[in-house]
């Protein structure tokens, strides 16, 4: 594995990560400063382990990048922990970015070396919305879907408004997720009571249902 003990200076990922706290995601902070790093940094997820925030030239409105804080030139490079991480955080950016950007459709991206279009050397993630683009006949498709493609510079103002809104999602799609896990824990206390025995039979089939439909909003 890669050894991290001494990240590259110039290091734009580890830049940010070395400025940026970490927060509850759950409970985000309203604002958080841009303008630690030049050029700003609008971050949408800090944990312990991992930082996400807006790509400062998107593919599309909402492009975001998720990377670990430490140095890891490839995803191979990665942890363990890192890496049950950012397959979560994923998961949770993903549902967030949608309904912050209004755009139910997106690519994930994760590209390793120079050959497999890496630009900066320290692993990371696109999550890139696709609102709908109609094709203008062949040789005019989108290349978002491959990382590449037409970019912008991110306008701060907007950025500033975006990532705050970003960070209210996140934080709604977890409270969601563990109001779900109460209501399947409910449910299972419902089939089995406190004494470990399983209830009767006619009881125990409606609490089983309840806990379906729980699991199905899962």
């Given at each position: ?16 990560a ?41 593919l ?9 804080r ?61 609102p ?20 912008g ?32 824990r ?33």
């Open positions: 594995m890669f050894d991290s003990s001494s990240p590259p200076s110039a290091c734009p990922f580890c830049a940010i070395a400025v940026h706290t970490p927060y509850d995601p759950s409970h985000p902070p309203p604002t958080v400063d841009p303008t630690l790093t030049s050029p700003s940094s609008f971050i949408v997820l800090s944990t312990p382990l991992l930082i996400a925030f807006l790509d400062i030239m998107p599309s409105h909402g492009h975001l990048l998720l990377c670990p430490a140095h890891r030139p490839k995803l191979t490079d990665a942890t363990r922990q890192e890496s049950f991480q950012l397959g979560d955080s994923v998961r949770i950016l993903s549902a967030a970015l949608a309904r912050a950007t209004g755009v139910e459709d997106w690519n994930v991206l994760q590209n390793n070396g120079a050959a497999a279009a890496q630009v900066v050397p320290h692993m990371h993630y696109h999550v890139i919305p696709r709908e683009i109609r094709a203008r006949g062949k040789g005019h498709e989108s290349f978002t879907m491959f990382g590449r493609g037409q970019r510079d991110l306008d701060e103002d907007e950025a500033v408004v975006l990532a705050g809104r970003i960070r209210e999602e996140v934080a709604r799609v977890m409270r969601e997720e563990e109001e779900d896990k109460d209501r399947i409910e449910a299972k206390r419902d089939i089995i009571g406190e004494d470990g025995k399983k209830k009767d039979r006619t009881r125990q089939d409606e609490h089983q249902k309840r806990l379906e439909e729980a699991k199905v909003k899962l």
